[in-house]
């Protein structure tokens, strides 16, 4: 298959993409459980990564639920199971060393595969552009009415289209997946907020605090989000982080009446 190259007007598309990506409400949830398991694996993820150049190590967790459901017992490549080589696109890999294999030589095995190591941009474009490369130019080059499932699938970005078999095209088949930039982008969301206010931050009416003011103004760059950044961490501040992480602060009385 032709490769697409990276150029300064698909970087722009990446980053806009990326900035007005918005999770669908249907699918808030489930795209939350694959975020927070993903950062609670983060050391095994960044195990792998550090032996590939600089690669993030979240990168290696969004391929790892796409291709495998976060499931530690199988090829990074195409989610066969570690007790044989593969067997599904790319078939017999990793072609050294003996099965069963452990995860991380699976990984490590399929991100070189993949050209991973040799690549230095992890911009958020130059990332999306390794993800969608990772599953292949076909949505792009002969679907480009429909962005890659891979990357936007539960989110604004994607309704409908996916290929569902090898070369096999559907306009009506809808992906069951959460792509990789929208996990990403809820990594992105969620990461900084939980580890601030979860830290420093109590629901008040009236003390200040330059930690709120920080949260505030993260919020704001969130799509459909808006509070005044005043540094009172309010009923408006604390609804807007309940609804950017699906988690409360501390203090907050609808936390206590949650079922």
Same mark, same amino acid.
Request: net charge positive.
């Given at each position: 298959?032709?490769?697409?190259?990276?150029?300064?007007?698909?970087?722009?598309?990446? @980053?806009?993409?990326?900035?007005?990506?918005?999770?669908?409400?249907?699918?808030?949830?489930?795209?939350?459980?694959?975020? @927070?398991?993903?950062?609670?694996?983060?050391?095994?993820? %960044?195990?792998? =990564?550090?032996?590939?150049?600089?690669?993030?190590?979240?990168?290696?967790?969004?391929?790892?639920?796409?291709?495998?459901?976060?499931?530690?017992?199988?090829?990074?490549?195409?989610? @066969?199971?570690?007790?044989?080589?593969?067997? %599904?696109?790319?078939?017999?890999?990793?072609?050294?060393?003996?099965?069963?294999?452990?995860?991380?030589?699976? =990984?490590?095995?399929?991100?070189?595969?993949?050209?991973?190591?040799?690549?230095?941009?992890?911009?958020?474009?130059?990332?999306?552009?390794?993800?969608?490369?990772?599953?292949?130019?076909?949505?792009?080059?002969?679907?480009?009415?429909?962005?890659?499932?891979?990357?936007?699938?539960?989110?604004?970005?994607?309704?409908?289209?996916?290929?569902?078999? @090898?070369?096999?095209?559907?306009?009506?088949?809808?992906?069951?997946?959460?792509?990789? &930039?929208?996990?990403? $982008?809820?990594? &992105?969301?969620?990461?900084?907020?939980?580890?601030? =206010? /979860?830290?420093?931050?109590?629901?008040?009416?009236?003390?200040?605090?330059?930690?709120?003011?920080?949260? %505030? $103004?993260?919020?704001?760059?969130?799509?459909?989000?808006?509070?005044?950044?005043?540094?009172?961490?309010?009923?408006? /501040?604390?609804?807007?982080?309940?609804?950017? /992480?699906?988690?409360?602060?501390?203090?907050?009385?609808? &936390?206590?009446? $949650?079922?």
């Amino acid at each position: 298959m032709p490769k697409v190259q990276l150029t300064d007007a698909l970087r722009e598309e990446y @980053d806009q993409l990326f900035a007005s990506c918005e999770v669908l409400p249907e699918h808030m949830k489930e795209v939350d459980r694959l975020a @927070d398991r993903i950062v609670a694996e983060k050391a095994r993820y %960044q195990s792998v =990564a550090k032996k590939v150049g600089s690669v993030p190590w979240y990168f290696v967790g969004v391929i790892h639920a796409l291709e495998s459901s976060l499931n530690f017992e199988k090829h990074l490549h195409n989610g @066969d199971p570690l007790t044989q080589r593969t067997v %599904q696109v790319p078939a017999g890999r990793p072609t050294a060393g003996t099965p069963p294999f452990t995860w991380e030589e699976s =990984a490590l095995d399929a991100l070189v595969l993949r050209g991973v190591d040799g690549w230095n941009d992890w911009s958020t474009g130059g990332t999306l552009y390794k993800l969608e490369e990772y599953n292949g130019w076909g949505y792009r080059l002969y679907h480009p009415h429909v962005l890659s499932p891979y990357l936007w699938s539960f989110s604004n970005h994607y309704v409908s289209g996916k290929y569902v078999a @090898d070369g096999t095209w559907s306009d009506t088949a809808v992906s069951k997946q959460a792509g990789c &930039a929208v996990i990403m $982008r809820r990594i &992105a969301e969620v990461v900084p907020l939980v580890r601030v =206010a /979860t830290a420093r931050i109590r629901f008040t009416k009236k003390e200040k605090s330059d930690d709120v003011e920080g949260l %505030q $103004r993260f919020l704001n760059t969130l799509p459909g989000v808006f509070v005044r950044v005043d540094g009172i961490a309010g009923r408006r /501040t604390a609804d807007a982080f309940s609804r950017a /992480t699906g988690r409360y602060l501390k203090g907050d009385p609808k &936390a206590r009446g $949650r079922k």
